[in-house]
Each structure stands twice: as C-alpha cells, then as structure tokens.
C-alpha cells in the first residue's frame, strides 16, 4: 500500500509499504481522510521533543487524526463491524498498569501513540491498523471532514471543560490556530462569551467570520476581566500572560506547548487563588466531541482549508499551502487521492 514515510528532518515521501494485517484483539481501518498537525510539523523540522527523548525514531509515519471504515479484523473481533465508519484514539495504553487501571491510559508510561510514539504507524497511509477496543463508532451526522477533526476536537472540549464555565463567562482563547478555534467553538456552545488574542490578520479575520466579534492582537486587547484563560499557542511568553489575564479565583488552561521552556511565576498562581490544568491528550473528550459534532451543537468542518493527497503532504507539512485553499487553519489529507 502507499504511505507517507518521514526518514529525516525535512526528508519524506511517499513509499510502497506492506499493509497491515490484523491480529487478535486488531481491525485494519480503510483510511479515508486525516488531518495534518503541528505535531507532524515538528517531526517534519525535527524539533518534536520525542525525538530528543528517545521515544520516537526515524523512519516515522505520521498522521493521528483520522477516520475510515473497518476494512478486516482479527481474532476476537465481532466480524460484523467490518464497514463501520470510526475514527480512535491516539493514545494507546498497555491496559495493566496503575494508570491504565484508574482510566488514565492516555499518561501511561509504557503507551504508544499512533503515527507519534513507540514505533506505532500512523493514518497518513491507505490503511491503518489499530486495536478494537481504541475505535469510536462515528454516527452518519458526522461526515469524513468532521470525523477527522475529532480527535483536535476531544483535546479541545478537555481544555474547555478544564475551565468549568458557566453560561455567561468570559473566557480568553490564546492563539486562535486550530485547537483554539475549537475550543472557542465548544466555549460558545456552553454558553460562554468567548475572545480570542492571535498575531496575524488573516486569523483574527477567519476568528471573526466564525463569529467571534472579539478577536484582538495583543497590544488591542482592552481591559477586560476573563473567568478563565485558555493558552492554545505556541509561545513561550504567553503561560505567563495567561496568570496575569484571568481574574483571581479563575482557572487557567494550557494546552498548546512552546518550542523552548515557558516560566511562569507561581507567586501569582497563589496570591490569586487560580488553579493551573494541563491538557495532554484527546482520549477523554473524544465521545463528547463525536455527539457535540453530531448535534451540530460545534461544527468544525469551516476550519478545513483543504484537501491534498498523500504526494502533497510533504510540501503541507514545509509550510505550503495548496492552491484554492480556504482561510482555515487545518488542511487535510484523502490517502485515496
């Protein structure tokens, strides 16, 4: 089968690979459409963190936010979900340890993650092989531009429920790329008055065309009192504003992760009185992503820009972007194509 292969910083195409055969307790998923994300941008420039920690090597093969149809399946599997529409969960415990045990597989030291760590190959192929017990079911509602976005979407909704707002706070979204967008989007569904704070035009415009009247640069940013701040970029300096930001007795999220290490002053975490919460993962909000999406309560499918083949993901992944591209921040990818 066809796949996209990373050998090296800024080193990749797509190669004839072997496909996946399921084993017990397995599925073989016909991928139909994934996302590229800045996870994969940072293997491609070789900057990803677990490249320098030992838990991923090249040759990689990317691509973690997915959907497909279960192709074949392996012993133990019902043979009767061959054809179903799924998309799963990227973190993939050992399933006996302590933190596996209590629900916490997506922090489990010994875990894969699909096309991330441990070796495990990702969906920017023709087919994927994941275990049964990591799918979720994707109802008709939910076409293949949203099925793809559930797993950006599931960190977002955490990130979201993390701030517990309540139907009428104000919230504050740094960086308004693509988990910012959800999660503005999923903040809105619950009633919150949502703002976001982003660097360039064009983004703060597409914030706005989304319906988010306040989309601000920093230095724009009025006075005003957030219950919650949500810190969805890249910048190392932005974890500090987000303490100074939020109100006393808030909370402040931090989601996005920065190249280099980001300070920030514990004074003003306890003289405040705010609490911190870190965000790893999608694997809790995966569910309650599907059934926002499925409601039609979010609607993430206005982020898509674009869709390529597996022969343009290694100029999406430089930087590029395809001709005839929308404003939205994701591009996606049909291994069919």
């Not at 149809?69 to 302590?98: F, H, N």
Request: net charge negative; charged share 20%.
């Amino acid at each position: 089968m066809r796949a996209f292969v990373l050998t090296g910083p800024g080193q990749g195409k797509v190669e004839e690979v072997a496909p996946p055969v399921a084993g017990a307790g397995q599925v073989v998923i016909d991928v139909e459409r994934v996302g590229v994300c800045g996870t994969d941008v940072e293997f491609f420039s070789g900057e990803m963190q677990y490249l320098h920690e030992g838990h991923a090597a090249y040759p990689i093969r990317l691509g973690h936010e997915w959907c497909g149809s279960i192709a074949s399946v392996g012993e133990g599997v019902d043979p009767a979900l061959v054809g179903t529409r799924t998309t799963g969960d990227t973190m993939l415990g050992c399933g006996s340890c302590d933190r596996c045990l209590r629900g916490r597989h997506h922090v489990c030291r010994d875990r894969y993650e699909v096309g991330i760590r441990g070796g495990w190959a990702g969906a920017l192929a023709e087919q994927l092989l994941m275990p049964a017990t990591a799918l979720r079911a994707l109802p008709d509602a939910v076409d293949l531009t949203a099925g793809a976005m559930v797993e950006p979407g599931g960190n977002a909704l955490r990130a979201v429920r993390a701030a517990q707002l309540a139907p009428g706070d104000r919230v504050l979204v740094l960086g308004p790329g693509t988990i910012g967008l959800l999660a503005a989007l999923f903040g809105r569904a619950a009633g919150a008055e949502v703002w976001l704070m982003g660097e360039t035009a064009q983004s703060l415009e597409f914030a706005r065309s989304l319906g988010f009247s306040h989309a601000h640069r920093r230095d724009e940013l009025p006075p005003t009192e957030f219950n919650a701040v949500v810190d969805c970029s890249n910048a190392a300096e932005l974890p500090a504003l987000a303490l100074e930001l939020v109100e006393p007795g808030g909370r402040v999220v931090y989601i996005g992760l920065a190249g280099r290490p980001s300070l920030i002053d514990t004074r003003a975490l306890a003289l405040k009185d705010l609490t911190a919460v870190g965000i790893l993962s999608a694997s809790p909000g995966l569910d309650g992503a599907i059934e926002q999406y499925a409601s039609k309560a979010v609607d993430p499918r206005p982020l898509v820009a674009a869709t390529v083949g597996l022969e343009e993901v290694a100029d999406v992944l430089a930087g590029g972007r395809p001709a005839g591209s929308g404003p939205g921040p994701k591009i996606h990818v049909d291994p069919r194509l």
